[in-house]
């Protein structure tokens, strides 16, 4: 319903943030890393939104980068998720972060989140690297039709962590295009990948 709403941020609270656009307050609740980095009081900002919606609850979760909506949204569609978990997640955790745990099936890091215990951690990581086979099936031939030279296994994680973000093949087969030095770690590949694809 709403991508995104730019306005004066008029309040900022422990879990939220009031913008204010012709004279209505919207009220979007967000990480705390996105609530410190969203800037000062008065200051015209921009934040894309998801709205949530649920029998007895309607709200609006804002996000200042596409990445972090993103992996809200695979949050949301793991069983026994909801969105008070998912936007604690996005408070402790990056999506390079979150994308690099699932692909090397780190249950501990997951663990090391509040409100994450180790039945839902193995829970995020099965139900999302599943949720990566599917798509692979799905676009296989698509896949052979690309002509994608990098076949070092450090990229070939990042590829597979930046799918499961929600970025199709092609994209990030044309953000590598234009990343030079590929003899890094897998989250920093992530992460550059990240900053191509956001644009």
């Known amino acids: 319903m709403f991508a995104y709403i730019k306005g004066s941020l008029e309040e900022k609270a422990t879990n939220y943030v009031v913008i204010d656009v012709g004279g209505i307050g919207y009220k979007i609740f967000m990480s705390n890393i996105s609530i410190n980095e969203i800037?000062?009081?008065g200051k015209i900002v921009k934040v894309h939104t998801y709205y949530y919606v649920r029998e007895d609850v309607i709200s609006l979760y804002g996000?200042?980068?596409?990445?972090?909506l993103k992996m809200f949204?695979?949050?949301?569609?793991?069983?026994g998720i909801g969105a008070k978990s998912a936007i604690a997640m996005l408070s402790n955790i990056t999506p390079a972060g979150f994308a690099c745990a699932i692909i090397s099936n780190n249950v501990a890091l997951l663990k090391k989140i509040p409100g994450i215990g180790p039945k839902t951690a193995?829970?995020?990581?099965?139900e999302l690297q599943d949720k990566l086979k599917s798509e692979e099936e799905l676009t296989k031939n698509e896949q052979e039709e690309i002509n994608f030279v990098q076949?070092?296994?450090n990229v070939n994680e990042a590829i597979q962590a930046l799918q499961i973000l929600g970025y199709n093949k092609k994209e990030i087969d044309k953000a590598f295009?234009?990343?030079?030095?590929?003899?890094?770690s897998v989250e920093e590949l992530i992460k550059k990948g990240l900053s191509i694809l956001s644009r």
Request: cysteine-free; hydrophobic content about 40%; aromatic content about 4%.
């Open 122 to 126: 193995q829970r995020i990581i099965l």
């Open 177 to 184: 295009e234009k990343i030079a030095n590929t003899d890094v």
């Open 73 to 79: 949204e695979l949050l949301l569609s793991v069983s």
């Open 63 to 68: 996000f200042l980068h596409h990445d972090e």
């Open 151 to 153: 076949n070092n296994e």
């Open 39 to 41: 800037g000062e009081l």
